[in-house]
């Protein structure tokens, strides 16, 4: 039902319930990625590579799945 009603996760290939965890995900980890990042313009020392951590992770998450051909000889 809520298929019918959001169109945007069908677009990128998901369910509703799927795109809604994949969702959740990140934006938990962009949460924790502020709190640091917040932490490190005050005390450079800490979380030295956080953010490029977050960002390595975040590109990955956003990548389209790969798909496996299987060569049936």
């Known amino acids: 039902m809520l298929e019918k009603i959001f169109k945007h996760p069908a677009q990128v290939g998901m ?36 953010t490029t951590d977050t960002n390595k992770q975040l590109t990955e998450m956003l990548k389209p799945p790969t798909i496996k051909i299987v060569n049936k000889q």
Request: charged share 15%; aromatic share 14%; net charge positive.
């Open 15 to 50: 369910t509703y319930s799927t795109h809604m965890k994949h969702s959740l995900k990140m934006s938990k980890l962009m949460f924790t990625s502020s709190f640091k990042a917040a932490v490190h313009a005050f005390l450079p020392d800490a979380y030295i590579t956080s």
